[in-house]
């Protein structure tokens, strides 16, 4: 039985790759904040696939020492992991000096220090094996600075070229390891409450997708041994289109979205 460990797995776009992957078979070991959480989710989860294990660990992935700590976690389950997917994050929105410095540090200690960390220490296990895949969760605003989302889209930036320049090593080495990296337009979860952004035009716009789209795009991507998925064919072809305009008016296009 194929074992994949998800960060933020009990809800929004990893509840929907959890449900995907448990449809295929695959055993669940859940990281997320919340414990009452992590423990509704699985129950829901067991109800549609009686069949399903998940294993659980509550744990605060900002601070420092959590991926050594999660790492440690499944070497004392004893699966090897076969799929890590970096997905747990949150989003920082407003003007710069209005945002709360501790909680966008506590962002890319998330985002950059402990997505870093993690896929260190599986990477190496799956080089080890000869065998793994890693999917890292970025967001469609790693391709453009983005006003009033500045740390977040710069933080995201950093999961996209970081995950692209280790997949393109593997694939130089011939290596069956493989990283993915996922870059999704709005999507409805609980993302735009947690980042006060619910009004935001971002997220009542037409580019806004299901975390079903998402999953179900990420996982063909996955099979068909892509590097990187905009998730929904219509705004993957439109992004080719937009990613030649000159950076100015993709910053221009941005701020639009976010209604800066
Ligand atoms: N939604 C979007 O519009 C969108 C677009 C592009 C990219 N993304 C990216 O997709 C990923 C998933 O987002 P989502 O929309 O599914 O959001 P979500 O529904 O809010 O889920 C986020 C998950 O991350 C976990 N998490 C957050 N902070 C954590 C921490 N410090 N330690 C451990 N776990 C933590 C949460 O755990 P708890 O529930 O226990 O707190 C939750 O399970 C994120 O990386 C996000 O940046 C989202």
């Known amino acids: 039985m194929p074992t994949t460990l998800i960060t933020g797995g009990s809800s929004g776009i990893g509840l929907a790759l959890s449900r995907a992957l448990a449809a295929r078979g695959h055993r669940l070991l859940w990281v997320a904040l919340e414990a009452a959480e992590l423990e509704a989710a699985r129950a829901d989860l067991q109800v549609a696939f009686p069949q399903l294990e998940v294993h659980t660990y509550a744990c605060d992935l900002s601070a420092a020492g959590a991926a050594q ?18 997905n747990a994050g949150f989003g920082s929105s407003g003007f710069i000096d209005e945002t709360d410095p501790e909680h966008e540090l506590a962002m890319l200690r998330l985002h950059v220090q402990t997505l870093y960390s993690l896929t260190r220490y599986f990477l190496r296990d799956m080089l080890i094996r000869g065998a793994g895949r890693i999917i890292n969760l970025a967001s469609i605003s790693a391709y453009a600075p983005t006003p009033g989302l500045a740390t977040y889209a710069a933080s995201k930036a950093f999961v996209m070229q970081f995950s692209l320049a280790i997949d393109y090593e593997l694939r130089r080495r011939q290596s069956p390891v493989r990283v993915l990296t996922v870059c999704p337009t709005p999507v409805r979860t609980g993302f735009a409450r947690r980042a006060s952004m619910e009004d935001s035009p971002l997220f009542n716009s037409w580019m806004r997708v299901s975390p079903e789209t998402v999953a179900r795009d990420t996982l063909r991507a996955l099979d068909r041994g892509r590097s990187v998925v905009i998730p929904h064919r219509g705004l993957q ?3 080719r289109f937009v990613s030649r305009l000159p950076q100015r008016w993709l910053i221009w296009f941005a701020a639009r979205e976010m209604g800066f």
């Open 69 to 86: 700590e999660v790492h440690l976690w499944t070497r004392d389950l004893g699966f090897p992991v076969d799929l890590l997917i970096n």
């Open 237 to 239: 072809l439109l992004h």
